[in-house]
């Protein structure tokens, strides 16, 4: 399917038949679990504050059908395209397995620098986005988030559209909303809380002490800050962090309440006075105990991951290592990976407490969604662990060989139809 051709999908692609290797899946049977079951693109006109028109392309992919509805993030950035919101969509596939959540991987976004519009220019193309995909998502078909440029103000002025549309209120039909409009306690801090969790985790398991430890992080957005809040909490020294502008390193820690200030203040990191700058390249090879990508894919390549001095290589973005990197980290014994599909899983499952508790109208408070997804994620951070150990396979081998394999198990057990 050549309409897919893109480098991440190519990466998600190779990714995906190394584990049906692994798994012995059929040759026949394969296709039907790596192609996007159904994929919508559309031309978004956004009338512009200077009364000028623009047409934006935008996507969305969903991945399988098999176990329900589908789930996953709205991107707004320059680079997206087809095939690589493909890729991303198939990764939610697998993680949403790996969790054991009943969904399919989804996901969307549209070809613009969120950052060169207004505010009224993002609602109003937020708007018209959303109505272009109105036959296509809804609680029960896909339910669309936040991801890479996207935040809780889109997923409002999205459900306010589909509420518009069919003329009453539906909360469910977006997650990452704000909590006056049906959104989830935790859910913002999700993603990055789990990330940090996941790392307490790592560390105890290879005997690294959390206080004292240190940590680099590619990307001070929604997932990277609140990885940098809940490392900082157990003892750990954020040592450097970058966004798309540049970075900043200080080896005696970050104080992440003044960088926060900064960030408030001026949108990005460079310039931080309290540090020196650090572009994301060097970042990325800083000695540290645990490094973060939590940024964009394709960041660790066969060109830089001989290079890497971290212990821990914690994927909180999705896809940052490319499978070359991979086989190179294969072979370093002192680089531990928590794959992506594992590392970043907290989004998508307080994400789903979120669209449980729209559904039904009932509540949790934020200790119940804490306790929850930290549950989860030990569950599925235990399987991934033994399964690798015992089978002498990588970490992310051995937490997309659990994703696959889920549905593969549900496809056999429903059949093809006709
Ligand atoms: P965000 O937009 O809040 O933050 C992204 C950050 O990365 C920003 O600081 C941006 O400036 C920076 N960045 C962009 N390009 C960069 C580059 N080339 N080099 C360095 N920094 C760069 O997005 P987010 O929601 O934090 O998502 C970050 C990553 O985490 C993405 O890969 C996303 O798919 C993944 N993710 C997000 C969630 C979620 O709940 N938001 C869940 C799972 C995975």
């Not at 596939?93 to 613009?112: D, F, I, N």
């Amino acid at each position: 399917m050549d309409v897919y051709s893109h480098p991440t999908f190519d990466m998600a692609a190779r990714q995906f038949d190394r584990v049906a290797d692994h798994l012995g899946i059929p040759v026949d049977e394969r296709d039907r679990l790596k192609y996007p079951k159904r994929a919508l693109t559309v031309a978004v006109p956004l009338r512009r504050d200077d009364g000028s028109i623009t047409v934006f392309p935008g996507y969305r992919v969903q991945h399988h059908l098999s176990l329900g509805p589908t789930k996953g993030g709205i991107r707004y950035h320059p680079d997206v395209r087809l095939g690589e919101v493909a890729a991303l969509a198939m990764w939610m596939s697998w993680k949403c397995a790996l969790m054991g959540l009943p969904y399919g991987g989804a996901k969307g976004g549209v070809a613009v620098d969120p950052g060169a519009l207004s505010t009224g220019e993002l609602e109003r193309l937020t708007r018209r986005f959303t109505q272009e995909l109105i036959p296509f998502i809804g609680p029960q078909i896909d339910i669309p988030a936040p991801d890479l440029g996207t935040n809780e103000q889109t997923m409002a002025w999205m459900m306010d559209t589909y509420s518009t549309h069919v003329g009453h209120c539906v909360p469910g039909v977006v997650t990452g909303k704000p909590l006056v409009l049906g959104g989830s306690l935790g859910r913002r801090e999700a993603t990055g809380r789990g990330v940090g969790y996941l790392i307490g985790r790592v560390f105890e398991t290879l005997g690294i002490e959390q206080s004292g430890a240190t940590a680099a992080i590619q990307g001070f957005g929604n997932v990277g800050s609140h990885a940098a809040y809940s490392l900082a909490r157990h003892g750990v020294k954020v040592i450097a962090a970058s966004d798309v502008n540049g970075g900043v390193h200080n080896a005696s820690g970050l104080d992440l309440r003044a960088l926060d200030a900064h960030v408030a203040a001026t949108r990005t990191v460079a310039g931080f006075a309290l540090a020196d700058p650090i572009d994301n390249a060097s970042l990325l090879e800083l000695p540290c105990d645990v490094l973060v990508p939590a940024a964009m894919e394709r960041q660790i390549t066969g060109a830089n991951a001989g290079r890497l001095r971290c212990r821990v290589l914690a994927e909180a973005a999705n896809g940052p290592v490319t499978p070359d990197a991979d086989t190179i980290l294969e072979n370093r014994a002192d680089v531990f990976v928590i794959p992506d599909i594992l590392c970043n899983a907290g989004g998508v499952v307080v994400s789903y407490f979120e669209w449980v508790q729209d559904l039904q109208s009932f509540f949790w408070n934020e200790s119940e969604v804490t306790d929850r997804l930290f549950r989860m994620l030990e569950s599925a951070f235990q399987q991934t662990l033994q399964a690798s150990r015992k089978q002498n396979i990588p970490m992310r081998t051995a937490a997309m060989s659990l994703g696959v394999k889920r549905v593969w198990d549900a496809k056999r057990a429903r059949g093809l139809f006709p």
